[in-house]
């Protein structure tokens, strides 16, 4: 899987499914060297490769944390995937993915998402 293009330019628009759409910000994709060698299946929700796409972004809005703690691999048995939506001038794409890590700050939430599919 690559990243297209329009979603690493600084005008594309990302917004969350969290009950209804809520805005991402400061948004950075990048791929990352996993501790994996040959593709490990995760928490039996999502195969890992060596090499993977990582999401970091921000919501500014602290009230989504208990709608963040079911949704994320390890605390919860029963998590679920991730739906991020991004806007670009060449389109919109859907991007799913696993919700690994979260830090709460005071008044946002910064999320770590290990991206899974891209639909354009």
């Known amino acids: 899987m690559d990243v297209p293009g329009p979603l690493m330019a ?8 969290l009950e209804g759409g809520r805005p991402l910000r400061d ?7 996993t501790p994996v060698t040959e593709s490990t ?3 039996g929700a999502y195969t890992a490769d060596a090499l993977e796409y990582k999401m970091r972004a921000t ?3 602290a009230g989504v944390v208990p709608l963040l703690t079911g949704r ?3 605390p919860s ?3 679920a995937q991730i739906e991020v939506t991004a806007r670009t001038k060449n389109g919109d794409y859907t991007i799913y993915g696993i919700l690994t890590d979260s830090v709460q700050r005071p008044g946002s939430v910064e999320l770590g998402i290990t991206i899974t599919r891209i639909i354009s």
């Open 10 to 17: 600084p005008d594309a628009e990302f917004e969350i499914s």
């Open 27 to 33: 948004v950075s994709i990048s791929r990352i060297r």
């Open 41 to 43: 299946v995760r928490g």
């Open 59 to 61: 919501i500014h809005d």
């Open 72 to 74: 994320m691999l390890g």
């Open 77 to 79: 048995t029963e998590f």
